[in-house]
């Protein structure tokens, strides 16, 4: 057989239309019994995506001896799958299909959670939809819910069947009726795909060490460590506290199993084309359960190349993009979210309409609290004059917290076009957010925290870190103000930065750190706990009471919210960052065919002072209005903003 990887594209395009005209007959006979009307729509799909779909695959795997086999039980897996998705779907993917940046608009806001510790299981999330109504979102991300080992599961990233619903949370039917109840009530579903690796008691992994051929080279199996060494010559630990090295020996077995994560997390061997093959079965399972988003978990990791670190190779962007037409042509509505939490130039490879049209955006939300901390933008403003930009069909999705720790993730480049040391900055900012540094008002704990060389990363609610939790701890009025200013000042940057604001449930009422995990020996030795408490529904229910933490915190959200969706200036993701000669205020343009909108934020305790033709240079004229203030503002003099203020200035 020819090596499909050596031919020319045109060759390649020549042969994919070869294979598709001896497929697609055997396919309409294969699936004769379904209504004309969604065969037509299928074979339509597939015509048009199949030369793209064979050219990804042909680079991965065009030299294998199957490889045309592969690809016609890969159509037929995609087939059942469209003809077994509901009609509600397939008027959502028509939709979609003829709206494809429905979810650039300005009334985007999401928000993310456990199902168990938010509401306890499926049923009674079912019960806080209105809640959610009443937050404004329109996209709900459930953190992992499928089946996985008892005990210690990696907060459910240690996936043991991905077409079964964990027990405890309920049932396959139950999401399918929740992610439809959603979708009525005007909230897209997001769920996590991960795809690089599964638990070790999925049933690949029980056939693996039951010594099947098959399904051990659905992972990576060495017998002594003789690869496993030289593939460390170039790997980088992930856990290097907990679980030094990316290898766990099976003395059941007596082989060494690539493990980048945990022991129990398995890598999948995506050199096997019959991986993907069950990937792309399992992805389009959960897309007809009915989520709309999958956010791609660790997908920088999926594949191994010997001499490389096996991160964000040449091929785990084919395999995404690959992963990305099978969807276009089974379930067209489903979107793709990055989850590169890598370096800043990696994580924008990873955008794009035919790999991930969405993206976490890491470097903001690093930036955001490097400002914080040291009360300057310059590195913030720096990154993102250049760093935002993305294809104009993709969007970010803004955060300053998730259920992840935080990673200093910028540029040490960035930092030193400014004079700033990024080894000895990075301490720094690990000092800071654990409350070791003098004047520091955050309480962080330190993640995966290495002694030999001073890395670490942070753990922490939005509350603890912005300084609320100090400020109760010793009833201080003032510190209580500055620790409000602050969540208020981050939510309204990511609220009007460009993309999808992200909403960390609980951190909208000031939830605090919940050291408590430290008595449970399953996550006693993981930190990130300490940010994931089961959400108080008596102190959410506080939220209407302005005179309370909650009451303040969420209703100042929840003004932002109704003025960010009536404001289509924030439609989109461009964003144009300015530099107003003031290295305490963080400025940016947001404009479209709607108009021109100026956003100015302070990073201090103290007032600052916008010169005011910096002001007319970057608005519209003498004339703004304040929208968050709601207040006038001239520019023929200076602006004045207080502590932590952020203004929206509009023209007129």
Not at 38 to 47: I, N
Not at 200 to 219: Q, V
Not at 403 to 414: R, V
Not at 613 to 618: A, D, E, F, I, T
Request: hydrophobic content about 40%; aromatic content about 12%; glycine content about 6%.
């Amino acid at each position: 057989m020819t090596d499909l990887r050596t031919l020319e594209p045109l060759q390649i395009e020549r042969e994919a239309g070869r294979t598709l005209d001896r497929l697609l007959p055997r396919l309409a006979e294969a699936f004769a019994a379904q209504p004309t009307d969604h065969w037509s729509e299928f074979r339509d799909r597939l015509v048009f995506y199949f030369p793209e779909l064979f050219a990804r695959l042909a680079v991965l795997y065009g030299h294998h001896y199957d490889f045309f086999y592969q690809i016609e039980q890969l159509l037929v897996e995609m087939g059942r799958s469209w003809f077994a998705r509901s009609a509600e779907l397939k008027i959502l993917d028509r939709e979609r299909t003829g709206n494809p940046h429905w979810f650039q608009s300005q009334k985007m806001l999401a928000a993310v959670y456990y199902v168990d510790l938010l509401a306890g299981d499926l049923t009674g999330l079912r019960a806080k939809i209105p809640y959610f109504q009443e937050l404004g979102l329109t996209y709900l991300h459930l953190m992992p819910l499928f089946a996985v080992p008892a005990g210690e599961n990696d907060g459910g990233y240690a996936i043991s069947d991905y077409r079964t619903v964990d027990p405890r949370l309920g049932s396959m039917e139950q999401l399918t009726a929740l992610a439809s109840e959603l979708r009525q009530a005007g909230i897209s579903l997001c769920l996590d795909f991960v795809f690089n690796h599964t638990s070790d008691e999925h049933t690949w992994a029980l056939k693996a060490l039951a010594g099947d051929p098959e399904y051990r080279n659905y992972y990576f199996f060495f017998p002594d460590r003789k690869m496993p060494d030289r593939y460390e010559q170039h790997l980088r630990e992930i856990f290097p506290d907990a679980r030094p090295g990316s290898f766990t020996y099976r003395h059941d077995v007596g082989h060494w199993v690539w493990t980048t994560f945990n022991s129990f997390q398995w890598d999948l061997n995506y050199a096997n084309p019959e991986v993907f093959r069950a990937m792309a079965g399992e992805m389009l399972f959960i897309a007809n359960a009915g989520a709309e988003i999958l956010r791609l978990d660790a997908l920088a990791f999926t594949w191994k190349q010997l001499g490389t670190d096996c991160e964000n190779l040449p091929q785990a962007h084919t395999l995404v993009q690959a992963f990305n037409l099978v969807a276009r042509i089974a379930a067209p509505s489903l979107l793709f979210k990055s989850e590169a939490i890598v370096h800043p130039d990696e994580v924008n490879k990873y955008i794009g309409r035919d790999e991930c049209q969405l993206s976490y955006n890491p470097l903001l939300m690093a930036l955001l609290w490097n400002s914080l901390a040291t009360r300057e933008i310059r590195l913030l403003r720096h990154s993102m004059s250049y760093r935002h930009q993305i294809p104009a069909d993709c969007a970010w999705v803004n955060y300053v917290r998730v259920h992840d720790d935080i990673g200093w993730t910028f540029d040490d480049g960035d930092a030193a076009a400014l004079r700033i040391n990024g080894f000895d900055h990075r301490r720094f900012l690990n000092a800071f957010y654990t409350g070791r540094f003098p004047g520091s008002f955050a309480r962080g704990l330190p993640f995966q925290e290495n002694p030999r060389t001073g890395d670490a990363r942070i753990s922490g609610t939005l509350a603890s870190l912005t300084g609320l939790e100090e400020a109760l701890q010793r009833n201080d009025s003032q510190l209580f103000d500055l620790a409000i200013r602050r969540i208020h000042l981050l939510y309204a940057i990511i609220f009007s930065t460009g993309g999808i604001p992200l909403i960390y449930l609980g951190d909208e009422v000031g939830a605090l750190n919940d050291y408590s995990y430290r008595n449970d020996p399953a996550k006693a030795e993981d930190s990130r706990w300490v940010h994931r408490p089961v959400i108080d529904w008596e102190q959410v229910a506080r939220r209407q009471d302005r005179t309370t933490v909650e009451g303040r915190i969420f209703g100042e959200l929840h003004r932002l919210t109704a003025l960010r969706q009536s404001t289509p200036i924030l439609a989109g993701h461009e964003m144009e960052v300015v530099y107003l000669e003031n290295d305490h205020i963080f400025a940016f343009v947001r404009a479209n065919k709607a108009g021109r909108l100026l956003v100015v934020a302070n990073f201090t305790e103290q007032v600052q002072t916008v010169d005011a033709n910096s002001l007319r240079l970057h608005g519209l004229g003498y004339d703004f209005h304040d929208l968050i203030s709601d207040q006038p503002v001239n520019s023929q003099t200076d602006l004045y903003l207080g502590s932590y203020q952020v203004m929206w200035l509009a023209a007129g």
